[in-house]
Each structure stands twice: as C-alpha cells, then as structure tokens.
C-alpha cells in the first residue's frame, strides 16, 4: 500500500482563522478517516468518509473525500485554542501497512 | 468502564534490556494493533493481530515480537535488537480487521532507553 500523503505538515493560525489540512493518495481508497491527537496524548477518532464526493460537518469542521476518492480535506472555521494538536488521515483497505498519513502539526495563537 | 490500558505510561530502561509493554482492551474488539510514533514521523504500524493466535508484521516490526494469546491482551516486547527503541508506543483495538472500523487508541507508553 501507498502512504497517504498529508500537507501541509505544520500550520500556525491566529486564533479566529481558519485551517485546512490536506490528503493525497495516488490510489483510489476505499475509505478515509480522520483523527485528532492533542499534545501528550492519542490519536482519537473523528470521522469516516466513504463515498465519492462527500461532505460532513462536526460543527466548526468540515470534511471532504473527493470525487476521485483520491484525497480529502478537513477544514476547520474559525479555530480556537481547543483545535491545537495533529491531525491525521488514514487510508482504508485490506492492506494495514502505511495507512496513516504524517500528519498536520495545528497551532493557534491566542 | 470500557477502553484500552497500556501501562506503564512512562517507561526506562537501559541499553541491552528486553522490555515489555502492556495493552489491555475491554471492547471484546477482534483487532489490535502496535503502533510506534516519533517526531514528525506519524504513526507507523509494528505488529496488528486480526484475531486471537494470529499476528502479521507491520511496516517496521524488526526488534519487536508479540503475542495474542487472549483476545483482551496484546504484549508488545521491545528487544534489544531493535536500534533505536526510545519512542511513544500506541496501542489500538478495532471491532474487526476488516476495513471500515475505527481504531481505538489506549493512551500510549513513552519507552526511553539509555
């Protein structure tokens, strides 16, 4: 399996911008998953996207998988403080290897 | 309470030492997973076990062994083969192996060898 492809790998936000985080795959994925880890801790469960062309909201963030089902967004609106932490993707499929993304360092300046 | 333990939290040992990290789950989840995590590497899989008695090498299993001898427990053992052991490990449980099934991550041990 291809690793997804996660960019950009940090960003720093004034508090009240918005913050989009981006994942590329040269294959087409069956799935993709979205997860947030706050600093010193773990990696928790967001969203799963499956169809071409989907769109969720949790409230301030926004998810998308693309019609190619090659990559995916998650923007966020309006960060806060609350937001800090990594965000990474993840590839679904039958393969197990190199399914996470790097991921995407998120800092908001206050 | 439901959820996945890994104890200890913090952890040293000396170069040369084996070291054994435990993760517990109490989801009745069929799959686990050991993941390692270094700055600005991501998570990358050691070892994942579908089911009970089986477990397949991940992206970078060298210098690691474990077992699943119950579905609730899966050991990681850090060898001392493996050359640069100090890192954060994860250890994380799904309903099945199969795909489309969240992960559930315990709160991770921080393995320092010196």
């Known amino acids: 399996g291809q690793q997804v492809m996660q960019i950009p790998q940090y960003q720093h936000v004034q508090e009240g911008e918005d913050f989009t985080t981006y994942c590329n795959s040269s294959?087409?994925?069956?799935?993709i998953q979205w997860y947030k880890q706050r600093p010193g801790g773990h990696p928790v469960f967001l969203i799963q996207l499956v169809k071409s062309g989907e769109v969720k909201k949790q409230k301030r963030l926004t998810f998308q998988f693309g019609e190619a089902k090659k990559n995916s967004s998650l923007h966020i609106t309006a960060t806060q403080t609350t937001d800090v932490g990594t965000y990474f993707c993840k590839r679904g499929g039958s393969n197990y290897k190199l399914t996470f993304g790097k991921g995407t360092l998120l800092t908001v300046n206050p | 309470d439901g959820g996945i333990t890994q104890s200890p939290k913090y952890l040293f040992r000396k170069e040369g030492q084996n070291v054994t990290l435990s993760c517990e789950q109490n989801?009745?989840?069929?799959?686990m997973y050991w993941y390692r995590q270094d700055p600005g590497q991501g998570l990358r899989l050691i070892y994942y076990?579908?089911?009970?008695?089986?477990?397949q090498k991940g992206d970078i299993a060298e210098g690691y062994s474990v077992s699943r001898e119950k579905k609730e427990s899966f050991p990681l053992t850090v060898t001392s083969a493996q050359k640069n052991p100090t890192a954060f490990y994860l250890c994380a449980s799904s309903p099945s192996g199969q795909g489309g099934y969240e992960q559930y991550f315990g709160p991770g041990t921080r393995l320092t060898v010196t």
């Open positions: 294959t087409t994925l069956s799935n």
């Open positions: 076990s579908q089911i009970v008695n089986d477990f």
């Open positions: 989801l009745n989840h069929d799959a």
